[in-house]
Nanobody, 122 residues
Framework: QVQLVESGGGLVQPGGSLTLSCVVTGSVNSVLDIGWYRQAPGEQREMVASATRGGRTNYADPVTGRFTISRDNEKKTVWLQMNNLKPEDTAVYYC????????????????WGQGTQVTVSS
């Protein structure tokens, strides 16, 4: 079984910073694309940032210039550094990973974490 274990959420004032982390655990052969999505109350889940195994990154327009995604392939870990946070960044943040396993057959599937709450408020 694969698990995505997120941490780092919390309450922060506008203009503050938080760093989220996500570790992929279990019998994993390789993690391909990995990234972060978020869902605010009453809204659809949206992509925030993603990183390919080779390090290419992609960001949603609202977070470009404020958020930075990074990953460590050996540790199967991804981080999201969030700076200059705004109230509109308040949401549950979910880690998402494209994972290859040999169980023993080849298996490729998208996995999701349980989510971590980020609240930006004064």
């Amino acid at each position: 079984q694969v698990q995505l274990v997120e941490s780092g959420g919390g309450l922060v004032q506008p203009g503050g910073s938080l760093t989220l982390s996500c570790v992929v655990t279990g019998s994993v052969n390789s993690v391909l694309d990995i990234g972060w999505y978020r869902q605010a109350p009453g809204e659809q889940r949206e992509m925030v940032a993603s990183a390919t195994r080779g390090g290419r990154t992609n960001y949603a327009d609202p977070v470009t210039g404020r958020f930075t995604i990074s990953r460590d392939n050996e540790k199967k870990t991804v981080w999201l550094q969030m700076n200059n946070l705004k109230p509109e960044d308040t949401a549950v943040y979910y880690c998402n990973a494209d994972v290859i396993r040999f169980t023993p057959q080849y298996d490729r599937k998208i996995w999701w974490g349980q989510g971590t709450q980020v609240t930006v408020s004064s």
